[in-house]
Nanobody, 128 residues
Framework: QVQLVESGGGLVQAGGSLRLSCAASGRTSSRYTMGWFRQAAGKEREFVAAISWSGSGSWVYYADYADSVKGRFTISRDNAKNTVYLQMNSLKPEDTAVYYC????????????????WGQGTQVTVSS
């Protein structure tokens, strides 16, 4: 089992920044793909960003982003701390949502149904 706990959400004005953290514990692995998803009120949960291991001998990771956040959000991970981050810059009111961290084995990144472990979510609210 893997436990995921998100933090860092809050209220921010449009144009501002937030950094979300996702601390993993339990049977974690640096090979796991880690993803961020979000769900706005009344909408389906959607992919935001993910980072997956390249499978090479060195610890090279690939990042993937939804078009709506590309160039504004950055996903990263610190394997020594078992933590994944989502740096969110130039925030817009439409970024308002509950943000979820997720983990999976394998390297697929965008399909939420492939993720077996989820955090409880953290609320991000962007005011105009």
């Amino acid at each position: 089992q893997v436990q995921l706990v998100e933090s860092g959400g809050g209220l921010v004005q449009a144009g501002g920044s937030l950094r979300l953290s996702c601390a993993a514990s339990g049977r974690t692995s640096s090979r796991y793909t880690m993803g961020w998803f979000r769900q706005a009120a009344g909408k389906e949960r959607e992919f935001v960003a993910a980072i997956s291991w390249s499978g090479s001998g060195s610890w090279v990771y690939y990042a993937d982003y939804a078009d709506s956040v590309k160039g504004r959000f950055t996903i990263s991970r610190d394997n020594a701390k078992n933590t994944v981050y989502l740096q969110m810059n130039s925030l817009k009111p439409e970024d308002t949502a509950v943000y979820y961290c997720a983990a999976r084995t394998g390297d697929g990144r965008r399909d939420q149904h492939d993720y077996g472990y989820w955090g409880q979510g953290t609320q991000v609210t962007v005011s105009s």
